[in-house]
Nanobody, 127 residues
Framework: QLQLVESGGGLVQPGGSLRLSCAASGFSLDYYGIAWFRQAPGKEREGVSCISRNGGTTTYANSVKGRFTISRDNAKNTVYLQMNSLKPEDTAIYYC????????????????????WGQGTQVTVSS
């Protein structure tokens, strides 16, 4: 009953853009911090970005700073990752993950563990 579903992945040329969505079912994201992770073939899972419960805190991996933007719309129970200026090295399966926060806006992290995970969406950047 507690599900996260990613969407918005696909094939895009270098320099292009995609917006990923992470929609929650069975629970409200109002009380959860959210992170985006990605995993490329043969690579470790990488924390790309995170956003705190109230959206007041966000962080980004150095590799995506200035290109990616995380946001949330709690009314829609959805978190987004806007990805611009995409590079081939951004190719990976992208996952969203949620962890309950007991204090509003308390923290944001791009490290494991996370309790709830989506199934992943493939992003391929290639000419």
């Amino acid at each position: 009953q507690l599900q996260l579903v990613e969407s918005g992945g696909g094939l895009v040329q270098p320099g292009g853009s995609l917006r990923l969505s992470c929609a929650a079912s069975g629970f409200s994201l109002d009380y959860y911090g959210i992170a985006w992770f990605r995993q490329a073939p043969g690579k470790e899972r990488e924390g790309v970005s995170c956003i705190s419960r109230n959206g007041g805190t966000t962080t980004y991996a150095n590799s995506v700073k200035g290109r990616f933007t995380i946001s949330r719309d709690n009314a829609k129970n959805t978190v987004y990752l806007q990805m611009n200026s995409l590079k081939p090295e951004d190719t990976a399966i992208y996952y969203c993950a949620a962890e309950r926060e007991y204090s509003a806006g308390s923290s944001c992290r791009r490290s494991l563990p996370y309790t709830y995970w989506g199934q992943g969406t493939q992003v391929t950047v290639s000419s």
